[in-house]
């Protein structure tokens, strides 16, 4: 039971991160219709960058400040010198372009760093378990996690409702050329939240970075499952993002840990285990093809 | 008497608090042209994506050719003889005029899943495009692709693909829109001799080339059919003066 | 056109010349890059039916890919220790023979298209590129942690498949079997391309409600187009399988779901000849840029954004100048 608890938990801080990747995702494609493979980029930036200034200076802070700063910067940058040369492009052109991205990106991170992975510590102020109630102990770290991403999640439900910017996004939303005719620097707009959601990513990548390796290629799975839920929450809505990424990290997590132990009732034990982690690791696109099957357009999407 | 081609039932439908189509009811027999007015915003395309089967109504019935199609969508509406045209020229850009009423003699046909003989070998679909591009005066620009076409010349493949469907009956939606007077009077022309084939369902803006085709005219105001009648009978009748005609007059 | 025709011909030419000079030279390894060319090309005629035809951006394509390599692995890997794959409820041998190689390749991989492209043709733009990558992704995760076939590392096969009347150990004797398989996918592609499937294909990734209004469903026409496209690149998988006697779950990853659909644009969307055109490019480019830098990805990078923000119609296209693709 206790067990059963740190998994949810597990799954928990895993929806959290994941939520971090889909918001920037779903933010940019509601905004500006654009589909950015490239966010896993973002997502590694972030990671090695907190690695760098975690090695030079040893602080964990510096470390988050850096790799928000880091991927916010190249999100601006991907934004201003490609990115905007694809809103009117169709989906494929988007797609071959940020596919192009990543590969400058991997590479060139390859090129800087080299193949081996780096490791970011854990802080001491972190580190180590939390007592919770009901005598669980969990990981400090992996609650500042889920903490951090649940107070993401209310600053973008604030930004979004209550400030001029989150207005400004709503109409970008709802029609282009209103927003420019309301005399609203639109390319601003868009380089402000391209950065946001790279910023974003940015954090979810550093912060994962102390629990995993810091290297390269550690984005695009990641961004993979942020498509899934995305597709499952409904492309545009950030309320649709946080449910779909609390979901797919609940379902992948729990599924690992529950599946085997359930084929262990039936059959023996190893072949109980490779077959529950073999369709474990199915569980969350069978997820998806259910939410297509009963809703098209995600839990939260506009309906055709 | 027979049986009306078309029958629409008590159809509503409403988005939201807005009832675009508000219990309308009316038919399309044999032989006639049928047109539907009514000021912007009326309903008129709500009624159309109804009775094309792009939109489920939430109560009522339509019949068609004997049955019962209230539950099917546009594809199986298409096969069963409803031949449209749309509003804002639907035809395909990079085809040629050719190959344009092609697809809908081979649509008509079944043809469609034929994988290996070229398109434009099938004899059947080819020669019954050819006659439908005569009709519509567009010999000379067969082999032009569809996107290099001036507006009339489309409006005009747009009837050809109707009619390439062999249908039971047409659903014509503006088929004038942004036609000079040259092109309006050639159109009128047509659709008279066409109705001789199927009878026609005609939604248009042109009050005379609606009053010089039209048997019968259905008056379509916040969706509801207010008038149906006669030319004559609906030039006299007070409401429609006063909603429709009044404005424009 | 003639341009077009006369581009085609040196493609063509090219792609002869080279293995025909490293047969003389004898430079086996020279032929063993046309052959990864070939059978590379060969996935992206598949991909190109359902993306140049249909308009459905697919980035899942390695599904079929390793769907095809994986009926080669487990069929040759059985073949090989003399297992048979199923004695329940009847009997199921390995095979060493190619030609029940890629059936079983193109059968497994189109039935793998019909339910991955039943699911994802419920819905469009952007929702269809996300989730054909997310069930490729899904089948790379499958492979790694299914241990019957190798899991994580893989699959060897030691000896090259068979086909009746070829010794396929000879690199000539396989390449001309890869190009002849090549050439008859493209002579499909051709065939379809104009005929009447063809066209309300095409009419359908114009102008879908049109196509609705002529009595064709859009859906049925595009899922058709997406299992013939499955199935041809699930018989490249098969082929590269054997080119490379190894089958690992690399061939499901989302890198290669890339490759093929750059390998599609590079040579321009839509073009009989295009995958061929692209897919030599991009083996030259791996093997010239590879000798050069080890960092080589960053300049095929550079190359596709270039493309793709000033040549949009691929090398083909740019050459031929602005004429009529999907012809």
């Given at each position: 039971m206790l067990l059963l608890i740190e998994q949810v938990l597990n799954g928990l801080q895993f929806g959290v991160m994941l939520f971090l990747m889909a918001a920037g995702l779903t933010?940019?494609?509601?905004?500006?219709?654009?589909?950015?493979?490239?966010?896993?980029?973002?997502?590694?930036?972030?990671?090695?960058?907190?690695?760098?200034?975690?090695?030079?200076?040893?602080?964990?802070l510096l470390a988050l400040a850096a790799s928000l700063a880091a991927a916010a910067a190249a999100g601006a940058l991907i934004e201003v010198a490609v990115i905007r040369r694809l809103y009117d492009r169709d989906h494929l052109d988007q797609v071959l372009a940020t596919f192009a991205l990543i590969l400058i990106f991997s590479e060139g991170t390859r090129w800087a760093f080299g193949s081996f992975p780096l490791y970011l510590d854990i802080p001491a102020w972190l580190s180590g378990p939390v007592s919770l109630p009901g005598g669980i102990e969990y990981s400090r770290y992996r609650l500042a996690i889920i903490g951090v991403g649940l107070a993401v999640a209310l600053g973008l439900y604030l930004l979004i409702t209550r400030t001029r910017l989150g207005i400004r996004i709503r109409a970008g939303e709802a029609d282009r050329e209103m927003i420019a005719a309301l005399g609203i620097d639109i390319s601003r707009l868009y380089t402000l939240v391209f950065a946001l959601g790279a910023a974003l990513a940015g954090l979810a990548g550093a912060m994962v970075g102390a629990i995993q390796s810091v290297q390269v290629g550690m984005g695009e799975p990641v961004l993979i499952l942020a498509f899934v839920v995305i597709v499952i929450g409904g492309i545009g809505s950030v309320k649709g993002a946080l449910v779909g990424a609390i979901l797919v990290g609940l379902t992948d997590t729990l599924g690992g840990y529950l599946l085997p132990i359930a084929f262990g009732q039936v059959m023996e034990a190893s072949s109980a285990t490779a077959i529950g982690s073999a369709l474990a690791s199915m569980l969350i696109y069978i997820l998806m093809a259910v939410v297509l099957i009963l809703r098209p357009t995600g839990l939260y999407g506009a309906r055709a | 008497m027979a049986e009306p081609v078309l029958q629409v039932q008590g159809i509503t439908r409403a988005f939201g608090a807005l009832v675009a189509s508000d219990?309308?009811?009316?038919?399309?027999?044999?032989?006639?042209?049928?047109?539907?007015?009514?000021?912007?915003?009326?309903?008129?395309?709500?009624?159309?994506?109804?009775?094309?089967?792009?939109?489920?109504?939430?109560?009522?019935?339509?019949?068609?050719?004997?049955?019962?199609?209230?539950?099917?969508?546009?594809?199986?509406?298409?096969?069963?003889?409803l031949g449209r045209s749309f509003q804002i020229s639907a035809v395909v850009p990079e085809f040629t005029v050719l190959q344009n009423v092609v697809l809908a003699a081979q649509g008509a046909a079944g043809h469609s899943y034929r994988l290996f003989r070229p398109a434009l070998k099938d004899r059947s679909a080819t020669s019954s495009a050819r006659a439908q591009i005569a009709r519509v005066g567009l010999e000379a620009r067969a082999a032009i692709p569809a996107a290099d076409l001036a507006h009339g010349e489309r409006r005009r493949l747009e009837l050809a693909m109707a009619l390439a469907l062999k249908p039971k009956a047409f659903l014509l939606d503006e088929p004038m829109a942004g036609l000079g007077a040259d092109g309006t009077a050639q159109m009128t022309t047509l659709l008279e001799t066409l109705k001789a084939e199927a009878p026609i369902l005609l939604v248009e803006h042109d009050m005379d080339a609606v009053f010089r085709l039209a048997d019968r005219i259905s008056v379509l105001d916040y969706g509801r059919i207010i008038a149906t009648g006669s030319v004559e009978e609906i030039r006299q009748d007070p409401e429609v003066r006063r909603a429709y005609l009044g404005a424009d007059a | 056109m003639s341009r077009?025709?006369?581009?085609?011909?040196?493609?063509?030419?090219?792609?002869?010349?080279?293995?025909?000079?490293?047969?003389?030279?004898?430079?086996?390894?020279?032929?063993?890059?046309?052959?990864?060319?070939?059978?590379?090309?060969l996935a992206a005629v598949g991909l190109n039916i359902a993306l140049g035809h249909g308009g459905l951006i697919s980035l899942g394509h390695a599904a079929f890919f390793g769907i095809g390599g994986y009926a080669m692995g487990i069929l040759a890997s059985h073949a090989q220790t003399f297992t048979p794959i199923a004695d329940w409820p009847l009997l199921i041998e390995g095979t060493k023979?190619?030609?029940?190689?890629?059936?079983?390749?193109?059968?497994?991989?189109?039935?793998?298209?019909?339910?991955?492209?039943?699911?994802?043709?419920?819905?469009?733009?952007?929702?269809?590129?996300?989730?054909?990558?997310?069930?490729?992704?899904?089948?790379?995760?499958?492979?790694?942690?299914?241990?019957?076939?190798?899991?994580?590392?893989?699959?060897?096969?030691?000896?090259?498949?068979?086909?009746?009347?070829l010794n396929t150990l000879v690199p000539m004797q396989f390449f001309a079997l890869t190009a002849t398989v090549l050439a008859a996918a493209m002579a499909l592609a051709h065939v379809l391309g104009r005929s009447a499937f063809g066209l309300a294909l095409n009419a359908a990734r114009q102008a879908p409600a049109r196509v609705e209004a002529v009595g064709v469903r859009p859906f049925r026409l595009r899922l058709t187009a997406f299992v013939i496209s499955g199935m041809i690149t699930g018989l490249a998988g098969a082929l590269f399988a054997d080119l490379n006697r190894f089958v690992s779950p690399t061939m499901f990853s989302w890198q290669l779901s890339g490759e093929i659909m750059v390998i599609v644009i590079l040579g321009g969307v839509g073009r009989l000849f295009g995958p061929l055109a692209g897919a030599a490019l991009l083996v030259t480019l791996e093997h010239v840029l590879g000798g050069v830098s080890d960092y080589w990805q960053v300049y095929l990078g550079a190359l596709l954004l270039g493309v793709v923000l000033f040549a949009r119609g691929g090398i083909i296209g740019t050459l031929a100048g602005r004429d009529v693709a999907h012809g």
């Open positions: 933010l940019v494609f509601g905004v500006m219709g654009l589909i950015n493979l490239a966010h896993g980029s973002l997502y590694m930036i972030g990671a090695f960058a907190a690695a760098a200034v975690a090695g030079a200076t040893g602080s964990f | 219990n309308v009811s009316l038919d399309l027999r044999e032989g006639e042209i049928h047109a539907l007015i009514g000021p912007n915003g009326a309903g008129k395309s709500t009624l159309i994506a109804l009775i094309s089967g792009a939109l489920a109504p939430d109560a009522g019935q339509i019949r068609f050719n004997g049955r019962d199609v209230t539950a099917l969508d546009t594809v199986a509406r298409a096969r069963l003889g | 077009g025709i006369a581009i085609n011909t040196a493609v063509l030419a090219l792609c002869l010349a080279v293995p025909v000079y490293a047969h003389f030279a004898g430079e086996p390894f020279l032929l063993t890059l046309a052959t990864r060319a070939v059978i590379l090309a023979s190619m030609p029940v190689i890629w059936l079983v390749a193109m059968v497994t991989s189109g039935l793998a298209a019909l339910v991955i492209g039943a699911l994802s043709l419920r819905t469009s733009g952007v929702y269809f590129i996300m989730i054909t990558l997310a069930f490729g992704q899904m089948l790379y995760y499958f492979a790694i942690s299914w241990p019957a076939y190798g899991g994580e590392d893989g699959l060897s096969i030691y000896v090259r498949n068979g086909f009746p009347g």
